[in-house]
């Protein structure tokens, strides 16, 4: 069974950087996609970033420039690089992997952007 734990949420300052980690643990012997996605109080879950197995990314529009998805697929390891963080980026933030077309979710990692 694949399980996925995010890690590095907090508190941060306008304009500051954050750096959210997913560590998958299970029989994982590649991926067709995996990635972020983030939830604010009140608002639906949406996409953050996302990295297909052959490296293509798709990013929301609201973070781009700002956020990277690096990955490390020996380790099955995937960050969510936040710069120039705002408010508006305050969510928990999930963990996503798809892999042999099943979704799996992460419990999610709470980040939040405030002075």
């Known amino acids: 069974q694949v399980q996925l734990v995010e890690s590095g949420g907090g508190l941060v300052q306008p304009g500051g950087s954050l750096r959210l980690s997913c560590t998958a643990s299970?029989?994982?012997?590649?991926?067709?996609?995996m990635g972020w996605y983030r939830q604010a109080p009140g608002k639906e879950r949406e996409l953050v970033a996302l990295v297909t197995y052959g490296g293509s990314t798709n990013y929301a529009d609201s973070v781009k420039g700002r956020f990277t998805i690096p990955r490390d697929n020996v380790k099955n390891l995937v960050y969510l690089q936040m710069n120039s963080l705002k408010p508006e980026d305050t969510a928990v933030y999930y963990c996503?992997?798809?892999?042999?077309?099943?979704?799996?979710w992460g419990k999610g990692t709470l980040v939040t952007v405030s002075s």
């Open positions: 299970g029989i994982i012997f590649s991926y067709n996609a």
């Open positions: 996503y992997r798809r892999i042999g077309g099943v979704d799996y």
